[in-house]
C-alpha cells in the first residue's frame, strides 16, 4: 500500500541554505496561498493585505486580528512554502517585550514559520530579543511602508546620503540576528552593495537581481489590483481582465435568462 508523504514545509534554515534564488509572493487566502504554494519558498503575509484586501490608503489600519486571521488562511493553504507575517503598525515599535508578545501570539495562533518587521537600526535590539527567545525574524529595510508619512509617499530611497544609512541600518538588522531582509524599493546600486556585504539573505522587491531571493504582492504579479501599480513590478499574468470578462458574460447570462439552464438545475426537463 502506498503512502501519502507530505511534503517538507521550508523553514528559515532551509531558506537560508538554498543556492538558487529564493521565490517569494504575498497571499492572504487560502485560495490563493494553494495556487502559489508549489511554486514559492517563502509565502508572506504582508500588511499589504490593508491596501490589496481592505482597499486602505495604507498599511497603518491593518491589525494584530486580521494578521493572524489571514496568517491562519494561508497557512492552511500551504504545504511547502515558509509562511511568513508582518507585524502590523504599532504592535511592536514600543519595546521589545511588545514585539515577543505580538509575534508570540502570531505564531502561536497560525502556525507560521516567523516574522517580518520593519525598521533598521533602532530595530535591533527588539530583533535581538525575539531572535534570542526562539522567534524567527526577518528584517524590512530600504522604503518602509509603515513609515510612508515619514519617507514623503511611496517612493524610491537610497539617494545621497540615504544609501549610507541603508547600509547601517542592514548591517545592524543582521547582526541582531535576523535570518533574512527585505530591501524595498530601494537605488540598485545600494541594494546591491548589501547583498554583498551582509551575510544574511536579502530579498528585494523594486531593489536589485543580485539579491538572495525576489518577493512581489501576489495581486500585484498577476494582475489582479490595479488602484496603482509600482514601477518594479511586472505583471506575468492579467486576471483582472479575466475577472472582468467572465462577470460581465456572467451578467448577460442572468439578464437574458439563459442561466440557469436545465444542466444546473434539479428537476428541471431538458429542452
Not at 500500500?1 to 509572493?25: G, W
Not at 542592514?170 to 547582526?175: D, G, I, L, N, Y
Not at 509600482?230 to 467572465?246: I, M, Q, S, T, Y
Not at 444546473?264 to 431538458?270: A, L, N, S
Given at each position: 500500500?502506498?503512502?501519502?508523504?507530505?511534503?517538507?514545509?521550508?523553514?528559515?534554515?532551509?531558506?537560508?541554505?538554498?543556492?538558487?534564488?529564493?521565490?517569494?509572493?504575498?497571499?492572504?487566502?487560502?485560495?490563493?496561498?494553494?495556487?502559489?504554494?508549489?511554486?514559492?519558498?517563502?509565502?508572506?503575509?504582508?500588511?499589504?493585505?490593508?491596501?490589496?484586501?481592505?482597499?486602505?490608503?495604507?498599511?497603518?489600519?491593518?491589525?494584530?486580528?486580521?494578521?493572524?486571521?489571514?496568517g491562519q488562511a494561508v497557512v492552511r493553504g500551504s504545504q511547502q512554502a515558509c509562511v511568513a507575517i508582518d507585524l502590523p503598525f504599532g504592535s511592536y515599535q514600543q519595546s521589545p517585550q511588545q514585539a515577543f508578545q505580538?509575534?508570540?501570539?502570531?505564531?502561536?495562533?497560525?502556525?507560521?514559520?516567523?516574522?517580518?518587521?520593519?525598521?533598521?537600526?533602532?530595530?535591533?535590539?527588539?530583533?535581538?530579543?525575539?531572535?534570542?527567545?526562539?522567534?524567527?525574524?526577518?528584517?524590512?529595510?530600504?522604503?518602509?511602508?509603515?513609515?510612508?508619512?515619514?519617507?514623503?509617499?511611496?517612493?524610491?530611497?537610497?539617494?545621497?546620503?540615504?544609501?549610507?544609512?541603508?547600509?547601517?541600518?542592514?548591517?545592524?538588522?543582521?547582526?541582531?540576528?535576523?535570518?533574512?531582509?527585505?530591501?524595498?524599493?530601494t537605488m540598485e546600486p545600494v541594494a546591491r552593495a548589501i547583498s554583498e556585504a551582509v551575510p544574511v539573505l536579502t530579498i528585494g522587491i523594486g531593489a536589485s537581481p543580485a539579491c538572495g531571493g525576489q518577493v512581489l504582492?501576489?495581486?500585484?504579479?498577476?494582475?489582479?489590483?490595479?488602484?496603482?501599480?509600482?514601477?518594479?513590478?511586472?505583471?506575468?499574468?492579467?486576471?483582472?481582465?479575466?475577472?472582468?470578462?467572465?462577470?460581465?458574460?456572467?451578467?448577460?447570462?442572468?439578464?437574458?435568462?439563459?442561466?440557469?439552464?436545465?444542466?444546473?438545475?434539479?428537476?428541471?426537463?431538458?429542452?
Open positions: 500500500m502506498s503512502k501519502h508523504v507530505a511534503a517538507k514545509r521550508h523553514t528559515p534554515r532551509s531558506l537560508a541554505a538554498l543556492e538558487t534564488p529564493v521565490v517569494a509572493l504575498t497571499a492572504y487566502t487560502t485560495p490563493m496561498a494553494k495556487l502559489l504554494d508549489p511554486h514559492c519558498d517563502l509565502l508572506l503575509v504582508g500588511d499589504s493585505l490593508g491596501m490589496v484586501v481592505y482597499g486602505m490608503d495604507s498599511t497603518l489600519g491593518v491589525s494584530t486580528d486580521m494578521m493572524i486571521a489571514h505580538t509575534s508570540a501570539e502570531i505564531m502561536a495562533r497560525t502556525g507560521a514559520g516567523c516574522v517580518k518587521l520593519e525598521g533598521g537600526v533602532e530595530m535591533a535590539e527588539t530583533i535581538h530579543f525575539l531572535t534570542q527567545r526562539g522567534i524567527p525574524v526577518i528584517g524590512h529595510i530600504g522604503l518602509k511602508p509603515q513609515a510612508v508619512h515619514t519617507h514623503g509617499g511611496f517612493r524610491t530611497v537610497g539617494r545621497g546620503d540615504e544609501a549610507e544609512q541603508i547600509m547601517r541600518d542592514a548591517q545592524a538588522v543582521a547582526e541582531a540576528g535576523a535570518f533574512a531582509i527585505v530591501i524595498e524599493s504582492v501576489g495581486e500585484d504579479m498577476l494582475g489582479l489590483f490595479s488602484d496603482f501599480t509600482p514601477r518594479f513590478v511586472k505583471r506575468f499574468g492579467n486576471l483582472g481582465a479575466e475577472v472582468d470578462k467572465a462577470a460581465a458574460a456572467y451578467a448577460k447570462a442572468v439578464r437574458s435568462r439563459e442561466f440557469p439552464g436545465p444542466e444546473q438545475c434539479v428537476g428541471m426537463p431538458k429542452g
